[in-house]
Antibody, heavy 120, light 110 residues
Framework: EVELEESGGGLVKPGGSLRLSCAAS????????MSWVRQAPGKGLEWVGR??????????HYAAPAKGRFTISRDDSKSTVYLEMNSLETDDTAVYYC???????????WGQGTPVIVSS | QSALTQPASVSGSPGQSITISCTGT?????????VSWYQQHPGEAPKLIIY???NRPSGVSHRFSGSRSGNAASLTISGLQPEDDAVYYC??????????FGGGTKLTVL
């Protein structure tokens, strides 16, 4: 059974930083793309960014709101993907999900999410 | 890029069929087969129900089907059941190598 477990969420002040982790089990982690998706309270899903496999160079792509502020990385030895978030704004308040890709455009396995609250 | 366009809500009675539309552009749905649909119940993580326009993951009911024409995609749910009451999101890969979601459609099973 595949499990993704996010951690690291919490309350942070505007301008602050936070690092989220997502530990995976039950899949060959090194062979899958991983994405982060967020959902603001009462709102829809918003893709944050994605990291390809190490063999593919670990290439990352980000949505416009995340570009320049967020960084996705992976440690295949720990089956873990990270989301480093800097210069946080109140609009970044959301539940953050990590997910593993089935194909280029689809995410088949999801964690339960970790909440991030940006507030003074 | 703007989010894909979905109707805010649809409804249907048990046993009926409904279709949810998802409109994009030539920079996303119109170019790639990488269109997916997700179902989300309140308080839960999204669940993939259709990938690459028409494919169902293992374990997903045959009542769910997807299609695409031009810059738009559709999700059809046949034989509506009470457990289908949820929010549905479409998504597509884009020419910017990003991924776009639709705004979500609330399906109410009457």
């Amino acid at each position: 059974e595949v499990e993704l477990e996010e951690s690291g969420g919490g309350l942070v002040k505007p301008g602050g930083s936070l690092r989220l982790s997502c530990a995976a089990s039950g899949l060959t982690f090194s062979k899958v793309w991983m994405s982060w998706v967020r959902q603001a309270p009462g709102k829809g899903l918003e893709w944050v960014g994605r990291i390809k496999t190490r063999i593919e160079g670990g290439t990352t792509h980000y949505a416009a709101p995340a570009k320049g502020r967020f960084t996705i990385s992976r440690d295949d030895s720990k089956s873990t993907v990270y989301l480093e978030m800097n210069s946080l704004e109140t609009d970044d308040t959301a539940v953050y999900y990590c997910s593993s890709h089935a194909t280029v455009g689809s995410m088949i396995f999801w964690g339960q999410g970790t909440p991030v609250i940006v507030s003074s | 890029q703007s989010a894909l366009t979905q109707p805010a809500s649809v409804s249907g009675s048990p046993g009926q069929s409904i279709t949810i539309s998802c409109t994009g552009t030539s920079s996303d749905i119109g170019t790639y087969i990488y269109v997916s649909w997700y179902q989300q119940h309140p308080g839960e993580a999204p669940k993939l129900i259709i990938y690459d326009v028409t494919n169902r993951p293992s374990g997903v009911s045959h009542r769910f089907s997807g299609s695409r024409s031009g810059n738009a995609a559709s999700l059809t749910i046949s034989g509506l059941q009470p457990e289908d009451d949820a929010v549905y999101y479409c998504s597509s890969h884009t020419t910017d190598n990003t991924l776009l979601f639709g705004g979500g459609t609330k399906l109410t099973v009457l």
